[in-house]
């Protein structure tokens, strides 16, 4: 019951966080220059070297969804559905969840625990001290940094994702490139890219903030580092998992 009772009082503490680091982000774009170092170091981190493998896990089920769904389909005489299949599946679904888990297992515990070693050591004591705002100079940077990063690495996805389902079709029923893509295009409708970019930047805007929380709730004790670490990472996942359930509820609600 405590912890029912702890995880309950949290909540506002964390949509109040979330509201004051948007407050910040204004700011961080009039007068943030000094931080601007700091968001492109994280875009750096988790944009540009999480890329390779999250364009590799792409291929990897663009490559399965293919090869286990076009047999299947011309059992049935139904291969034009492996179009909306494709992207269902990798746009729409599993592109922004893999590529949240991939930020997790790197930025989240990366976020939480150099913050939290700031905060052992004074260091956001000191910037406090002479008047710079924690929140703009710290958790904004990282909070626009990885949200732009999940955006981008979600459209990577999509790309090789579908590419790689495109070289198996020509095993099962080679077709020119255009056809292909072009059948892909008109299986693909606005609502699946934007249900495919809100949850992209959803999830990265909750993976941000539950990692600074937990990167800011450490107190004196170096042991605290990792264990913030390990909140933010299990944290994340509940809380991109649950809000993926969400979206794809009230999506598949909207449309039917």
């Known amino acids: 019951m405590n912890v029912k009772a702890a995880a309950l009082r949290e909540i506002p503490y964390t949509l109040g966080f979330f509201i004051r680091t948007l407050k910040g982000v204004g700011s961080f774009m009039i007068r943030g220059h000094a931080s601007f170092k700091i968001l492109i170091m994280q875009i750096l981190f988790t944009f ?4 390779g493998i999250t364009c590799l896990l792409a291929l990897g089920i663009g490559v399965a969804v293919n090869a286990v769904g076009m047999p299947f389909l011309a059992i049935l005489s139904q291969e034009r559905y492996i179009y909306p299949l494709l992207i269902a599946i990798i746009t729409r679904e599993l592109g922004p969840l893999l590529a949240a888990f991939i930020i997790i297992a790197r930025s989240a515990t990366a976020i939480a625990t150099e913050l939290a070693g700031m905060v052992v050591s004074h260091e956001v004591e000191a910037y406090i001290s002479i008047g710079i705002d924690p929140i703009e100079h710290l958790a904004v940077p990282r909070f626009l ?15 090789f994702g579908l590419g790689a389902s495109f070289l198996v079709a020509q095993i099962f029923n ?38 600074i929380i937990n990167g800011f709730s450490v107190e004196r004790a170096s042991t605290e580092i990792p264990v913030a670490g390990l909140k933010a990472v299990g944290s994340s996942f509940a809380w991109c998992v649950l809000l993926d359930i969400l979206l794809s509820a009230l999506y598949y609600t909207s449309v039917s």
């Open 174 to 211: 080679p077709l020119p490139p255009g056809v292909y893509f072009g059948n892909l295009l008109q299986s693909l409708s606005v609502s699946d890219i934007i249900i495919s970019i809100v949850k992209s930047i959803s999830f990265g805007m909750i993976i941000a903030i539950v990692a």
């Open 145 to 159: 940094g990885v949200a732009i990063s999940l955006f981008l690495l979600n459209i990577y996805f999509s790309i």
């Open 48 to 51: 540009v070297e999480a890329l």
